[in-house]
């Protein structure tokens, strides 16, 4: 089955600097892959996906780029803020199966 | 977007009872849903596709006599576990594709279950 991973779990930058958080995935018929942010004790969010048909894919200060070759994609935050703080989680979806495998998460601190 | 309500968001039980926890898509129809669950500090792990008019597909591990599931309606899927104890608290949290393919999946509040 499919197998996600993510580095680092752990990340800390300062206020207005960039994150940059990065997954690799087993399966090459994967096609769908979104990325959550998840508050303590709340429902992950989705904060932006990227389909296997597109490399690079941006929303104000976040973008996603997926590299099918290696099989990995990667989430850019840039102008990061305190409230950009939270654990955050990529995942991946095998091409007619729905349900999401998720990487192991992240854990994004801000430092004002 | 789609809106998915898990009941209840938190519950204490003692060890031994069971505990039934729902989940229901309020404007959309899934015949699918999904079930996780998520250890302090740990990922979301699948723990079974709930089906609707079929039997559940449980992932590895997971078993399927103490986690039972129901999809009796395009609209609900429930999870009880069943003979609780202390190692099976955790954040259980449903989720549902809005339709068919890879799309958006949409998730429930999440149920934080206490074992005592």
């Known amino acids: 089955g499919e197998n996600v991973e993510q580095h680092p779990s752990t990340l800390s930058v300062q206020e207005g600097d960039s994150a940059v958080i990065k997954c690799t995935y087993s399966d090459s018929a994967s096609n769908y892959f979104p990325w959550y942010k998840q508050e303590l004790g709340k429902r992950p969010q989705l904060i932006i996906d990227i389909r296997s048909n597109v490399g690079e894919k941006k929303d104000q200060r976040i973008a996603v780029t997926l590299n099918k070759t290696a099989k990995h994609f990667s989430l850019h935050i840039t102008e990061t803020q305190p409230e950009d703080s939270a654990v955050y989680f990529c995942a991946a979806i095998i091409q007619g199966a729905q349900k999401l495998v998720f990487g192991q998460g992240t854990r994004l601190t801000i430092n004002p | 977007g789609a809106v998915v309500s898990q009941h209840p968001s938190r519950v204490i039980c003692k060890s031994g009872t069971s505990v039934k926890i729902e989940c229901r898509s309020l404007?959309?129809?899934?015949?699918?849903m999904f079930w996780y669950r998520q250890f302090p500090k740990q990922s979301l792990m699948l723990m079974a596709t709930?089906?609707?008019?079929?039997?559940?597909?449980?992932e590895q591990g997971v078993e399927k006599d103490k986690f039972l599931i129901n999809h009796a309606s395009l609209t609900l899927s429930t999870l009880t576990v069943t003979s609780a104890h202390p190692e099976d608290s955790s954040f259980y949290i449903c989720?549902?594709?809005?339709?068919?393919?890879?799309?958006?999946?949409?998730f429930g509040q999440g149920t934080r279950l206490t074992v005592v």
């Open positions: 989720s549902a594709p809005q339709g068919s393919g890879n799309t958006e999946a949409f």
């Open positions: 709930s089906n609707e008019g079929s039997k559940a597909t449980y």
């Open positions: 404007d959309f129809q899934a015949t699918t």
